[in-house]
């Protein structure tokens, strides 16, 4: 069972456009929300991060919403650049002693100049 | 100076010898772990280790072990490696809380 689940596979969008990317779980049991953002021949890099007591975090051009009731959460990437062009993971985790990353199957992004 | 480094880079081998793979970790963390990314990107977790202590085996093969001498280290010896083993390996490491994980560069391991 696919405890997270990731969309769409694949996104293009244009240089200045908002790219979007949405993720859903199941266990109501999971506390930390992060993205993950992996360039080609790299570790996936902590992009930013949200716990579910706030519905929105934003980081420079980067905004995580958070949805509990609905159990979903996104990533928007506003103003995207041809150097946003990566894939990007979501993930889940629960706090406690269960150190572990439940990982989406990933969105390649492509920002086309 | 790298947070997480792991060694080799890329690992060429043949079906049924064993290989070893190194990680270390400079930044203090507490916990460390091993995850596969298979050929369709998807990331898995393998292990995790708690200071040096085995917390999470996630049903990996008997020819996966992992051994951790001391917090900063963690390796990933393979046995009789098998087709289906290549893959890309991480090393990642997390503070206390667990929560954020830092990987390393990754290791690409092809079995021929």
């Known amino acids: 069972q696919q405890q997270v689940k990731q969309s769409p596979q694949s996104l293009i969008v244009q240089k200045g456009g908002i790219s979007i990317i949405n993720c859903a779980y199941e266990n109501t049991a999971f506390d930390y929300f992060p993205w993950y953002q992996q360039f080609p021949g790299k570790g996936p890099a902590l992009l930013i991060a949200i716990r579910p007591d706030v519905s929105e975090k934003k980081e420079g051009r980067f905004t995580i919403s958070f949805n509990k009731s609905a159990k979903q959460f996104s990533l928007h990437i506003m103003d995207s650049q041809p150097g946003d062009s990566a894939t990007y993971f979501c993930a889940v985790s629960s706090g406690g002693s269960n150190y572990k990353l439940t990982f989406g199957k990933g969105t390649l992004l492509t920002v086309n100049p | 100076d790298t947070a997480v480094s792991q060694t080799p880079k890329y690992l060429v081998t043949q079906m049924g010898n064993d290989k070893s793979i190194k990680c270390e970790q400079n930044?203090?963390?507490?916990?460390m772990y091993w995850y596969k990314q298979d050929s369709k990107k998807f990331l898995k977790i393998m292990f995790s280790y708690n200071n040096k202590e085995l917390i999470i085996n996630e049903t990996v093969p008997n020819r996966f072990s992992p051994k951790s001498p001391d917090k900063a280290h963690l390796n990933l010896h393979i046995n009789s490696l098998e087709l289906g083993d290549s893959a890309v390996y991480f090393c990642?490491?997390?503070?206390?809380?667990?929560?954020?994980?830092?990987f390393g560069q990754g290791t690409r391991l092809t079995v021929v």
């Open positions: 990642a490491s997390s503070g206390r809380g667990g929560n954020e994980a830092f």
């Open positions: 930044l203090g963390h507490d916990t």
